[in-house]
């Protein structure tokens, strides 16, 4: 029976490839009359990806004259080993007698300015203007500038006043139309002065009556600044 095996296995292992032919690879059966093994399972190419294998979870040999400083390195990273829960403390790379730098000391400030990032400084501001409604009239203010207009109820020198009735807010680049007026937005100004404008002479006349009236008048304007 055995000889008819070792035929049977003779002749199917004739037909297949020299790389595919478990007789050329010299590879030992495990059992003689066990199951008759893949032909591709025993392939050279399956034989050297294990070997590849095999090298690769095998350590490199550290050479003598590094042992010294591996150990140690080793006996250092033993001394620094924690639970695997716990977070990094500052203790474990700064020696015990290490003293921080007080606050205000020019150690404080040189560690500051070398390890903080540095502050840009801020972008140009882009001009702006607005269009705003004082009475019945309507003014274009610009920020540093003066407004000259009537007289508003209660505000004296000195006193801050707020323009809440903004048509539009603009700038070079973009402009702001309200409908009618433009939300969140007001005018803040500062008035400066309080005058009198020149006298106007109201003349009045009603024919047939004898009614001649002459009456003078001067209009209250104030500056303020925005």
Same mark, same amino acid.
């Given at each position: 029976?055995?000889?008819?095996?070792?035929?049977?296995?003779?002749?199917?292992?004739?037909?297949?490839?020299?790389?595919?032919?478990?007789?050329?690879?010299?590879?030992?059966?495990?059992?003689?009359?066990?199951?008759?093994?893949?032909?591709?399972?025993?392939?050279?190419?399956?034989?050297?990806?294990?070997?590849?294998?095999?090298?690769?979870?095998?350590?490199?040999?550290?050479?003598?004259?590094?042992?010294?400083?591996?150990?140690?390195?080793?006996?250092?990273?033993?001394?620094?080993?924690?639970?695997?829960?716990?977070?990094?403390?500052?203790?474990?790379?700064?020696?015990?007698?290490?003293?921080?730098?007080?606050?205000?000391?020019?150690?404080?400030?040189?560690?500051?300015?070398?390890?903080?990032?540095?502050?840009?400084?801020?972008?140009?501001?882009?001009?702006?203007?607005?269009?705003?409604?004082?009475?019945?009239?309507?003014?274009?203010?610009?920020? =540093?500038?003066? &407004?000259? $207009?009537?007289?508003?109820?209660? +505000?004296? *020198?000195?006193?801050?006043?707020?323009?809440? !009735? #903004?048509?539009?807010?603009?700038?070079?680049?973009?402009?702001?139309? =309200?409908?009618? &007026?433009? $939300?969140?937005?007001?005018?803040? +100004?500062? *008035?400066?002065?309080?005058?009198?404008?020149? !006298? #106007?002479?109201?003349?009045?006349?009603?024919?047939?009556?004898?009614?001649?009236?002459? &009456?003078?008048?001067?209009?209250?304007?104030?500056?303020?600044?925005?």
């Amino acid at each position: 029976m055995a000889s008819a095996f070792s035929a049977t296995l003779a002749f199917s292992c004739a037909t297949l490839k020299p790389n595919q032919n478990p007789l050329s690879l010299n590879a030992p059966l495990s059992k003689p009359f066990s199951s008759f093994a893949s032909p591709l399972s025993l392939s050279p190419l399956r034989l050297s990806l294990f070997t590849v294998a095999a090298k690769r979870r095998r350590l490199p040999e550290i050479p003598d004259e590094l042992k010294d400083e591996y150990e140690k390195m080793r006996d250092e990273f033993e001394e620094f080993k924690r639970p695997p829960n716990q977070k990094p403390q500052l203790s474990d790379i700064l020696p015990e007698d290490f003293q921080p730098p007080e606050p205000g000391s020019p150690e404080y400030e040189a560690i500051l300015e070398k390890y903080l990032p540095k502050r840009q400084p801020p972008p140009p501001r882009e001009e702006i203007f607005a269009v705003v409604v004082v009475g019945s009239r309507q003014y274009i203010v610009i920020p =540093g500038r003066w &407004i000259y $207009t009537q007289r508003l109820k209660g +505000a004296n *020198v000195n006193d801050k006043i707020v323009l809440n !009735k #903004v048509l539009l807010v603009g700038t070079k680049s973009s402009t702001y139309i =309200g409908m009618p &007026i433009v $939300t969140n937005a007001a005018v803040h +100004a500062v *008035v400066e002065e309080q005058l009198l404008d020149d !006298k #106007v002479i109201v003349f009045k006349y009603k024919k047939k009556k004898n009614y001649r009236r002459n &009456i003078g008048h001067r209009q209250c304007h104030l500056f303020a600044e925005v």
